[in-house]
């Protein structure tokens, strides 16, 4: 393996100088190597990254499932009815078990009501909106300084070797596409999510485009594969994720010819910011736990190989 | 002895000239276009958006430009490029499933029988699509498309397909690019067909190009490799209103230019113009019969199902100061291959 050479600034001053770290060097100098033997050209450096859990923190709960329950509770007294119907009244006293006991259809009625019903420009200032005053319940920070510094730092170094950084997440593709490019450098048509069926309509003569509540794609598990062909047409060389909901991409990614770059983030350090993996209702890692190791992709261990977690610490 | 001077002077200004004109020459960006109103329009936007201290300077991230295919970047006639391949994919499909022999619309194909062929319905053409492009890996229908791309030739000219691009167009996408646009392809088409070809044509990225598209399903072969399918699910109808629904889910940005040619683009042009600051927004006309065809029905053109350019939209382009490209005015050569 070779070392990083000393006097060029480390491009991960972040990572601890472990496994994981010297894998992503490994492979970044293997595959830019004019005339390697695992030489790749530039347009087909695809890289793609999970976005919850694996770029920023996803817990107590996904960010943007708590948007879904603040603007659930915004738009309650427009809706007396809620206090009685399931699930918004779970949302409504706080109550994650009720919540939860609702289910994913619960889950996605939420998520229609509080992200459709609008045009795409009035949506996109909601959120905006809520980006600016919510506050992360345990670091009291806005959502989006909550990202990881070693996973910013990666997707940086990536881009310096000529890889296109992409976003494939279960999350909703209008919500991250607000504040990616400014905490990634990953640019709206980079950004691949979830949607839901957007209408075009004239109003007063204007065009508009129309949330309307009807699931367009779900981007998570099989979905991912199928999302990356859609939008990207080419396979990545490398994937990072850190649940489940990721084993399909770096399956997918894994089975392409030439060397390939698979890596799962492990939730490792409750002291800086949270543990958990087989048995998490966010976030489940077990499955794709097992297959990594049997696969020998890299395993990051979020309390052993990164030197900090977060930007402000 | 001053008389020397004056004539090197001369020289010197008349070698200066030269040059200059040379150079001069060599960098209009957009050497087959006549010079005119639509020519004008293109430069006149991209220097309003691109030179600093222009009130209208558009941030080089947020420079998207979006382009139709058939019948703005290359031809489309007598029938889309993509809808003759699928004809002539169907005796490999039928050789596959002999049963569909007997059955129409399929029988009709294998007639070989072309004036039946163009009294197709649309369920006949949906049908025949969902037999050609669907139920193999998207690897198998690349090497599929590919290889016939590099077989097929179109009946007028005798020539690849690919090479049937507008030079006019392949010089305003490389014209903006130049001046730091993302230019892509926002097709009626199939995207996974214009993939194959769309980096070594236009310069344009598979990422790059939105386009129509059917749903893949994940599986997994005897060994445990992944594969995708293509299904006959429609995950994406990207024609009309279908444009900007399009370039919304892929792109996430308005585009600041839209070039068109029919009414399929209309929704897109309306919607690139509807936001702020300088909006290019062009349609070419195809009035040429003699370079390469004249159909409308605007203006008078003959009327066609291919790309068909209404009386309607073209009043719509006069009223909202959209650019109406006449082909046989506003471009000097075509095909790189008829300069």
Same mark, same amino acid.
């Given at each position: 393996m070779k070392k990083h050479r000393a006097n060029s600034p480390d491009p991960l001053p972040s990572w601890n100088d472990n496994a994981a770290k010297q894998a992503i060097l490994d492979f970044v100098t293997r595959v830019t190597k004019k005339g390697g033997p695992d030489f790749v050209p530039e347009a087909d450096r695809i890289a793609v990254f999970d976005n919850d859990g694996t770029l920023w923190c996803e817990q107590p709960f996904y960010f943007q499932g708590l948007f879904a329950f603040d603007r659930i509770k915004a738009l309650a007294s427009q809706h007396p009815e809620w206090n009685e119907r399931q699930p918004f009244k779970a949302v409504l006293d706080n109550d994650m078990k009720a919540l939860a006991a609702s289910g994913e259809k619960g889950l996605l009625e939420l998520v229609m009501v509080s992200h459709a019903g609008n045009t795409t420009e009035e949506f996109q200032a909601i959120v905006q909106d809520w980006l600016d005053n919510a506050k992360h319940p345990r670091f009291q920070r806005p959502f989006h300084e909550l990202v990881y510094q070693p996973m910013v730092e990666l997707l940086a170094y990536l881009r310096a070797n000529g890889f296109k950084t992409f976003i494939v997440s279960g999350g909703g593709i209008e919500f991250m596409r607000l504040w990616a490019e400014e905490a990634y450098g990953i640019p709206p048509e980079q950004v691949i999510g979830s949607s839901i069926v957007t209408k075009f309509e004239m109003r007063d003569g204007k065009p508009v485009l129309v949330r309307l509540p009807q699931l367009n794609f779900l981007d998570d598990n099989v979905g991912k594969p199928v999302a990356i062909n859609q939008h990207i047409g080419r396979r990545p060389i490398a994937a990072f994720g850190n649940s489940d909901g990721d084993l399909q991409m770096l399956q997918w990614? @894994?089975?392409?010819?030439?060397?390939?770059?698979? !890596?799962?983030?492990h939730h490792t #350090? @409750?002291?800086?910011?949270?543990?958990? #993996?087989?048995?998490?209702? &966010?976030?489940?890692? %077990?499955?794709?736990l097992t297959e990594a190791r049997a696969r020998n992709w890299t395993v990051v261990d979020m309390e052993k190989d990164w030197k900090r977690v977060f930007s402000f610490e | 002895m001053k008389r020397t001077m004056i004539n090197r002077m001369m020289g010197a200004a008349f070698l200066f000239l030269l040059v200059f004109s040379q150079a001069y020459a060599q960098t209009d960006p957009l050497p087959s276009w006549n010079d005119g109103p639509a020519k004008k329009a293109i430069v006149e936007f991209v220097k309003t958006t691109t030179e600093k201290g222009s009130a209208k300077f558009v941030a080089s991230e947020a420079r998207i430009a979006t382009f139709d295919q058939d019948g703005t970047t290359w031809v489309e006639q007598p029938m889309y490029?993509?809808?003759?391949?699928?004809? $002539?994919?169907?005796? =490999?499909?039928?050789?596959?499933?002999?049963?569909?022999?007997?059955?129409?619309?399929?029988?009709?194909?294998l007639s070989g029988n072309r004036e039946a062929m163009a009294k197709f319905t649309m369920p006949d053409l949906e049908m025949i699509l969902a037999a050609t492009l669907t139920g193999m890996s998207v690897d198998e229908f690349s090497a599929e498309a590919k290889k016939w791309l590099? @077989? =097929?030739?179109?009946?007028?000219?005798?020539?690849?397909?690919? $090479?049937?691009?507008?030079?006019?167009?392949?010089e305003v996408l490389k014209y903006l690019r130049a001046n730091g646009y993302k230019t892509y392809i926002v097709t009626g088409g199939g995207q996974d067909f214009v993939r194959v070809?769309?980096?070594?044509?236009?310069?344009?990225?598979? $990422?790059?190009? &939105?386009?129509?598209?059917?749903?893949?399903?994940?599986?997994?072969?005897?060994?445990g490799k992944p594969f995708?399918?293509? $299904?006959?699910? !429609?995950?994406?109808?990207?024609?009309?209103?279908?444009?900007?629904?399009?370039?919304?889910?892929?792109?996430?940005?308005?585009?600041? @230019?839209?070039?068109?040619?029919?009414?399929? #683009?209309?929704?897109?042009?309306?919607?690139?113009?509807?936001? %702020?600051g300088a909006r290019l927004a062009m349609l070419v006309l195809h009035d040429d019969a003699k370079r390469e065809y004249a159909y409308g029905p605007a203006q008078g053109l003959p009327n066609t199902k291919v790309g068909t350019f209404t009386q309607a939209l073209y009043d719509e382009a006069k009223k909202k100061s959209w650019t109406v490209i006449s082909m046989k005015n506003d471009w000097k050569s075509i095909f790189s291959f008829d300069k």
């Amino acid at each position: 393996m070779k070392k990083h050479r000393a006097n060029s600034p480390d491009p991960l001053p972040s990572w601890n100088d472990n496994a994981a770290k010297q894998a992503i060097l490994d492979f970044v100098t293997r595959v830019t190597k004019k005339g390697g033997p695992d030489f790749v050209p530039e347009a087909d450096r695809i890289a793609v990254f999970d976005n919850d859990g694996t770029l920023w923190c996803e817990q107590p709960f996904y960010f943007q499932g708590l948007f879904a329950f603040d603007r659930i509770k915004a738009l309650a007294s427009q809706h007396p009815e809620w206090n009685e119907r399931q699930p918004f009244k779970a949302v409504l006293d706080n109550d994650m078990k009720a919540l939860a006991a609702s289910g994913e259809k619960g889950l996605l009625e939420l998520v229609m009501v509080s992200h459709a019903g609008n045009t795409t420009e009035e949506f996109q200032a909601i959120v905006q909106d809520w980006l600016d005053n919510a506050k992360h319940p345990r670091f009291q920070r806005p959502f989006h300084e909550l990202v990881y510094q070693p996973m910013v730092e990666l997707l940086a170094y990536l881009r310096a070797n000529g890889f296109k950084t992409f976003i494939v997440s279960g999350g909703g593709i209008e919500f991250m596409r607000l504040w990616a490019e400014e905490a990634y450098g990953i640019p709206p048509e980079q950004v691949i999510g979830s949607s839901i069926v957007t209408k075009f309509e004239m109003r007063d003569g204007k065009p508009v485009l129309v949330r309307l509540p009807q699931l367009n794609f779900l981007d998570d598990n099989v979905g991912k594969p199928v999302a990356i062909n859609q939008h990207i047409g080419r396979r990545p060389i490398a994937a990072f994720g850190n649940s489940d909901g990721d084993l399909q991409m770096l399956q997918w990614t @894994a089975a392409g010819d030439g060397l390939r770059f698979c !890596l799962l983030l492990h939730h490792t #350090d @409750a002291a800086r910011e949270w543990a958990y #993996d087989r048995d998490s209702m &966010v976030g489940r890692l %077990d499955t794709a736990l097992t297959e990594a190791r049997a696969r020998n992709w890299t395993v990051v261990d979020m309390e052993k190989d990164w030197k900090r977690v977060f930007s402000f610490e | 002895m001053k008389r020397t001077m004056i004539n090197r002077m001369m020289g010197a200004a008349f070698l200066f000239l030269l040059v200059f004109s040379q150079a001069y020459a060599q960098t209009d960006p957009l050497p087959s276009w006549n010079d005119g109103p639509a020519k004008k329009a293109i430069v006149e936007f991209v220097k309003t958006t691109t030179e600093k201290g222009s009130a209208k300077f558009v941030a080089s991230e947020a420079r998207i430009a979006t382009f139709d295919q058939d019948g703005t970047t290359w031809v489309e006639q007598p029938m889309y490029t993509q809808v003759i391949y699928c004809l $002539e994919r169907v005796p =490999a499909v039928v050789k596959a499933k002999p049963d569909l022999a007997k059955v129409e619309p399929f029988k009709t194909v294998l007639s070989g029988n072309r004036e039946a062929m163009a009294k197709f319905t649309m369920p006949d053409l949906e049908m025949i699509l969902a037999a050609t492009l669907t139920g193999m890996s998207v690897d198998e229908f690349s090497a599929e498309a590919k290889k016939w791309l590099e @077989a =097929a030739r179109d009946s007028r000219w005798k020539r690849p397909y690919t $090479e049937l691009t507008y030079l006019p167009m392949q010089e305003v996408l490389k014209y903006l690019r130049a001046n730091g646009y993302k230019t892509y392809i926002v097709t009626g088409g199939g995207q996974d067909f214009v993939r194959v070809y769309s980096e070594r044509v236009y310069g344009i990225p598979p $990422e790059q190009v &939105v386009g129509s598209a059917g749903g893949t399903s994940y599986r997994y072969a005897k060994d445990g490799k992944p594969f995708l399918t293509k $299904e006959p699910k !429609l995950l994406l109808n990207n024609n009309n209103a279908g444009k900007p629904e399009g370039i919304h889910l892929m792109i996430g940005r308005r585009p600041y @230019a839209a070039f068109g040619n029919s009414t399929g #683009d209309k929704q897109m042009l309306e919607y690139t113009q509807a936001g %702020d600051g300088a909006r290019l927004a062009m349609l070419v006309l195809h009035d040429d019969a003699k370079r390469e065809y004249a159909y409308g029905p605007a203006q008078g053109l003959p009327n066609t199902k291919v790309g068909t350019f209404t009386q309607a939209l073209y009043d719509e382009a006069k009223k909202k100061s959209w650019t109406v490209i006449s082909m046989k005015n506003d471009w000097k050569s075509i095909f790189s291959f008829d300069k």
